[in-house]
């Protein structure tokens, strides 16, 4: 908060400040204000610059205001601390106490004397450094500058001085080395007149101060200022990448601190800075109302800038010659619009251009004659040159500067690598905001619009990426270029500029015409093509810059293709294939030095080539899958699967001669088949698994499939398939000579399932012993058909169980209470009652004894926990022998060992749960049902209570516990709780014409319901109590029911049977099953009329 509140308090002052000078300029009290050049008003000056204490001053005395005076003693006051007068004892440290540390303890060591070597190295040294002789020439630089007692001022004024000597510095120091990016140029026409990269940089800096000067932010520092900036920078630029440069007090702010900045960035001497300024100021002498970026650059400077202000003749005629040639270039060599009638008057400029060139050859008076007098005719011509209309100005205005576009964006291209830090050329510097916001002060000079100028960023920033493979600037270059738009979101003012960009270039190919974007793009695209038509090569450990890579050949492609030009007639159709393109090439590269590897390492080792040559591309293919795929996919989802493709039709080229050869297993063919059909079987998951089921099966019907399984595989499954017919055989004779009586004590399962198990493991013994080349396929097969003989033996354990219909008594018929017959009616034994068993088929019914279901359930789980013993053993022989016999298990084995025996799995316990709900439902409807369905609650509910059963039932429950093993009590104890549920609401619900209940009964109801639960739960002994309360929720609704009023039952059901919707929560069903039992008249009378139910039997 304090931090926000100190901002808040700072943007107010910058307000009130800003408001203050505003009033004092603007009144009546200074006596004039004279602008400062460039400026026509107030809006043109930046106030945040001006001297407080200057104007104030001013107003004091009376005396005219000279705002330059003002913005000069604003930064002439910044460069000195503000300190009280006569405090001696006060001082200023250039270094945080805080962090220094406390001093050395000891004295420092010797340093030998070394004699101070010159500023600037020895000439004799080449111009270009390299990234590599940079920080060594960087430690040089700080040896140097540590001796600061032999370092001068005056040393440094004179070095800058120097033209000479600073030009071949610029060259050797230079950042922007092009060793690194000699084949990614720019799409433009080179420049006739031989402007070279440092003139386009100088006059880059010149048309820039222009521009700031227009706002009227350009003064010409101060000797002292220039003195003090020039040491703090060869302090800063002594530093090592690694050290942090402390921002100082001192430093300069605001556009003039900026331009410093700026003048740092482009390697601008001083002396030059100077120059330029005092000559734009000068230029701008008598042009009142006259912004100062409406000069025509060059011409002015020339006319401004005379030679004394060179330190030699050769320094200025290399000036003078460069300004000539951008006049040149500027307004001659490249025409957006035809001269016309001004055909005439650009020869004449370039007779005047080189009249001026040939002055300096004279003696000086006649020379600076013949100058003067050029320079004035070359201004009659070269101004209505530059001012031509119709160029296609965003603005609507004429130039006024270079009439093409070529020489425009190569000077932005210039302003533009002022980004990059001086120190570390991968890192942007951390003024650039306001570096970006500066240069757009020059788009009206060079024309720029916003399209154009992402496009350069982006250009820069991309060709920066290249010489310093920073992946930061690669990012920031796919943000530039994805703020391109498309031709549809430009105006149609810009569309119709962008058309009018265009040139012709001269290539390999001959000629070729470009459009503005194709000449920057298309060198982007070409890099990006390179790179990535093996990007196995070139980003095997890049695979972030990988993606960045495509997202820029991608993005620049976007915006190439609708650009109707020659270029991109072959240009892949969508990015599609231009995905497949590099997935192809590439793809093909990589597999040639696999081919290369291969040969190398077969002669080295025994194994046969084919076979390595399989292994290895699979290496490959599985690193194309993993690594490079995800990247291309996200333009390309089905890109694995033209690399899978076209690796199985490369490596089925070589393999078809060895398949069409092979007549009897041999040594090879053990080598060379698991290798081959591992492969084939990797490229199938993947396109299975990358594609659709539909996409999927086109795509393999392309693969020339090497059909492997049909040489070695015929005899494996014969013997497979043969072992499967005996195991089923036995399962047959186990099941019927199995008496389900417990081996043991302790071992509580049947004999049959042991027997099928150590048939089983027979054959798998003979499987593994079988010492010929097997696929998973056959695995498989053996799989299946173990799996099945473990379904069919529980299908037989089931399909001795009598069926829940058998021993469940069918259900009475609804009747409803009578009233006349009263209680006598239901206390007569009903022995005919059609709606009672029939007794002759129950005895006829063949329902198994509990201990013997006990036995059958012990069995299954026997079975079924053995599984993953059986399958963790078939897997890690199957492991042995694999490694054993060198062969690389398929990817999908792991997918079929967690299926293998699932089938299995899925039936025997659907077998448990079908004997677990048997048995719950034979003891609560078979064992039970006199107690519990007949007799409980029969006639009246308090007199046949539930408590009545819980003896019985628990005469059961001791007998399951004590037969059936732990891991299935829960399992079968549930059963029988749910069956004994299903019990009670047969009673409540269709419990027949002996049950009938009153609304008084739900208390009697509530506590049986009670008593149940607690049975079960047994203290805790039991059940887990949430899962008994779940299971007896159903039952606790029902007895709910039985506790409303009739009348708010049939209320509640003729509701729910007209809307579908019950207020008491219940569906008609029960509803009426409640009223049929309710000892009514009135449930009586409703059921007779509206469902016409009968009467009970009397």
């Known amino acids: 908060m304090e931090e926000e509140n100190e901002v808040e308090l700072l943007q107010r002052y910058r307000r009130d400040r800003r408001i203050l000078l505003n009033y004092l300029l603007s009144g009546s009290l200074i006596k004039k204000v004279v602008m400062p050049p460039g400026a026509v008003s107030l809006d043109d000056v930046d106030l945040d610059q001006v001297s407080v204490d200057f104007v104030l001053n001013s107003v004091k005395k009376g005396d005219m205001l000279e705002l330059s005076d003002a913005i000069r003693d604003y930064h002439d006051s910044t460069g000195f601390p503000h300190i009280n007068a006569g405090s001696g004892g006060e001082f200023f440290l250039a270094t945080n106490p805080e962090s220094s540390g406390s001093p050395p303890r000891r004295a420092p060591p010797v340093v030998p004397f070394v004699a101070p070597s010159p500023i600037m190295p020895d000439t004799s040294l080449p111009f270009e450094a390299t990234e590599e002789d940079e920080p060594a020439m960087i430690s040089k630089s700080q040896s140097n500058l540590g001796q600061v007692q032999d370092l001068t001022v005056d040393d440094i004024e004179d070095f800058e001085d120097d033209d000479d000597l600073e030009e071949i510095n610029s060259l050797r120091y230079s950042r922007r080395t092009m060793s690194d990016t000699s084949d990614l140029v720019v799409g433009l026409p080179s420049f006739a007149t031989g402007i070279t990269d440092d003139d386009l940089r100088e006059t880059a800096y010149e048309i820039l101060l222009a521009a700031a000067g227009a706002s009227g932010g350009l003064i010409v520092p101060s000797k002292e200022k220039k003195k003090e900036k020039k040491s703090r920078l060869l302090k800063k630029l002594g530093r090592s990448k690694s050290e942090q440069v402390t921002t100082q007090s001192q430093q300069s702010t605001g556009l003039t601190g900026l331009l410093e900045i700026m003048r740092i960035q482009m390697e601008i001497s001083e002396a030059m800075d100077i120059r330029t300024r005092q000559g734009l100021l000068n230029g701008m002498t008598g042009k009142v109302g006259k912004r100062m970026d409406a000069l025509l650059i060059p011409l002015e400077l020339l006319s401004c800038v005379s030679r004394t202000e060179f330190s030699d003749k050769k320094a200025y005629i290399r000036w003078q010659k460069r300004q000539l040639n951008m006049l040149e270039e500027g307004l001659v060599n490249h025409p957006v619009v035809g001269f016309g009638e001004s055909g005439r008057k650009a020869s004449e400029m370039r007779i005047l251009l080189a009249r001026i060139e ?163 793009l298309l060198p982007i ?75 190398t390492m077969s002669n080295a080792t025994d194994e046969h080539p084919m076979a390595l040559l399989g292994e290895e591309t699979k290496k490959l293919l599985k690193k194309d899958a993993t690594i490079f795929m995800p990247v291309l996919s996200q333009w390309h989802p089905q890109a694995v699967v033209v690399s899978a493709s076209l690796l199985h039709k490369l490596y089925g080229s070589k393999l078809k001669p060895f398949l069409n050869s092979v007549e009897q297993l041999t040594e090879d063919v053990v080598l060379v088949f698991p290798a081959a059909d591992s492969f084939e079987q990797y490229v ?33 499954l014969r013997w497979v398939n043969s072992q499967l017919s005996r195991i089923m055989g036995w399962v047959e004779r186990a099941i019927q000579q199995e008496r389900w009586e417990p081996v043991s004590m302790q071992q509580r399962h049947g004999s049959s399932i042991v027997e099928v198990y150590r048939i089983v493991e027979e054959t798998i013994d003979q499987f593994f012993a079988l010492r010929i080349p097997m696929r998973s396929g056959e695995m498989n097969s053996l799989f299946r058909g173990i799996d099945n003989a473990f379904q069919v033996y ?9 069926s829940k219909e058998d021993i469940i008594p069918p259900v009475p018929i609804l009747t409803r209470y009578r009233r006349e017959s009263g209680i006598k009616a239901f206390v007569k034994k009903e022995l005919t009652d059609p709606r009672l068993p029939d007794m002759r088929k129950s005895r006829d019914i063949n329902v198994l004894r509990t201990p013997t279901l006990c036995v059958q359930l012990n069995t299954l789980y026997y079975g079924i926990s053995h599984l993953n013993k059986l399958e963790d053993s078939i897997w890690e022989r199957w492991t042995r022998k694999m490694k054993h016999g060198k062969y690389n298990k398929r990817s999908t084995d792991e997918n079929l060992k967690k299926e293998s025996f699932d089938g299995s799995r899925k039936d025997i316990n659907a077998a448990i749960d079908r004997i677990c709900e048997f048995t719950g439902t034979k003891i609560i409807f078979w064992d039970l049902r006199e107690p519990f369905i007949e007799n409980l609650y029969r006639s009246n509910v308090s007199e046949s209570r539930l408590e009545t059963l819980i003896e019985p039932l628990d005469v059961e429950l001791n007998q399951l516990c004590d037969i059936i093993v732990e891991p299935l009590r829960d399992r079968i104890v549930t059963s029988l709780l749910q069956a004994s549920l299903d019990g009670l609401l047969r009673v409540l619900l269709d419990g027949g014409p002996s049950r009938l209940f009153v609304s008084s009964d739900v208390k009697y109801l509530e506590e049986d319901l009670e008593v149940l639960k607690e049975f079960f739960i047994s203290g805790g002994d039991g059940l887990p109590r949430g899962v008994v309360e779940n ?54 009378q409703f059921l007779k009329k509206q469902y016409r139910i009968p009467k009970s039997a009397a």
Not at 794 to 802: E, F, Q, S
Not at 1054 to 1073: E, I
Request: proline share 2%.
């Open 794 to 802: 529980a299908k037989h354990v089931v399909d001795n169980l009598a």
């Open 525 to 599: 695209q070409k890099w990006a093509d390179k790179q990535l038509a093996d990007y196995h090569l070139h980003f095997s450990e890049a695979l972030a810059m990988m993606e960045n890579v495509v997202s820029i050949s991608m993005s620049a492609r976007r915006l190439l293709l609708e650009e109707h030009v020659s270029a991109m007639q072959h240009a892949p159709v969508t990015d599609r294939d231009k995905i497949e393109s590099y997935v192809s090439s590439s793809i093909k590269s990589a597999f040639v030095r696999t081919l290369q590897d291969v040969e």
């Open 1031 to 1084: 299971q007896v929720a159903r039952v606790r609704q029902v007895i709910k029911l039985q506790g409303y009023e009739t009348r708010e039952l049939i209320d509640d059901l003729k509701s729910a049977s007209a809307s579908d919707r019950s207020k008491l929560g219940a569906d008609t069903k029960t509803l009426l099953r409640i009223l049929c039992h309710r000892s009514d008249s009135e449930a009586s």
């Open 358 to 520: 040939e002055s300096e050859s004279f003696a000086p008076s006649v020379g600076e004659l013949q100058r003067i007098e050029c320079l004035r005719s070359l201004r009659e011509i070269a101004i209505p040159l530059a001012e031509r209309p119709a160029r296609g100005d965003l603005t609507g205005e004429v130039c006024h500067w270079a009439d093409g576009y070529h020489l425009n964006v190569r000077l932005y291209e210039k302003l533009l690598l002022s980004i990059f830090d001086v120190l570390d050329e991968g890192k942007l510097t951390e003024e650039i905001e306001e570096i970006l916001e500066l240069l757009k002060s020059t788009w009206r000079i060079l024309g720029i619009t916003e399209t154009i100028h992402h496009t350069c960023y982006a250009w820069v920033l991309f060709r920066q990426f290249v010489m310093t493979r920073e992946h930061a600037l690669l990012r920031h270059a796919i943000e530039q270029l994805n703020k391109v738009p498309l031709k549809e979101e430009r105006g149609p003012q810009e569309r119709m500029h962008l058309k009018s960009l265009f040139c012709k270039v001269e290539n390999e190919e001959g000629s070729q015409e470009l459009t503005f974007l194709q000449s920057f």
């Open 684 to 716: 199938m998951d993947l396109i299975t698994s990358s594609c659709g089921e539909g996409e999927a099966e086109v795509s393999m019907k392309k693969l020339a499939l090497y059909k492997i399984e049909t040489i070695s595989g015929t005899l494996v």
